[in-house]
């Protein structure tokens, strides 16, 4: 009897390991004056904000298009909700905690929302952080 429970304690809690959580999901309107790229890098979207490589930047990994992704939430300006973030201080040097940022964007499924001629375009990325 001590076995069989002991199986099953073991078995179940290999079950709640195997469970993945569900990540949320964040709709940025792309804004290409705080947004760049590099053409030798295309797939790498860099923030104003960011500080850099040599001390460690946040920037977005492009992962997939998309054109017709059907969502009813609304857009957030990336800008503003970095800056009113907790991971911002205007009175630091490097005004921007690119790890942290990095650490807590890692856990939501991130689209950067374009809109041209009318027509919305949708790049699913991935936050990204890396020191050279």
């Known amino acids: ?7 099953v304690t073991f078995v179940l809690g290999i079950n709640s390991q195997a469970q993945e959580k569900v990540k949320d999901t964040l709709f940025f309107s792309y804004d ?27 920037y977005f990994t492009g992962v997939q298009k998309m054109k017709n992704y059907k969502t009813k939430k609304r857009e957030i300006n990336l800008k503003e909700y970095i800056r009113s973030s907790k991971f911002y201080d205007e009175n630091r040097r490097l005004k921007l905690r690119d790890y942290e940022l990095w650490d807590y964007l890692k856990n939501y499924v ?23």
């Open 1 to 7: 009897m001590k076995i069989f429970i002991l199986l």
């Open 32 to 58: 290409s004056q705080y947004i760049n790229t590099h053409t030798e890098i295309p797939n790498h979207f860099y923030i104003e904000d960011g500080s850099g490589a040599t001390v460690g930047g946040f």
């Open 110 to 132: 991130i689209f950067l929302v374009k809109t041209e001629n009318g027509k919305k375009s949708y790049l699913q990325v991935e936050a990204s952080f890396e020191i050279e």
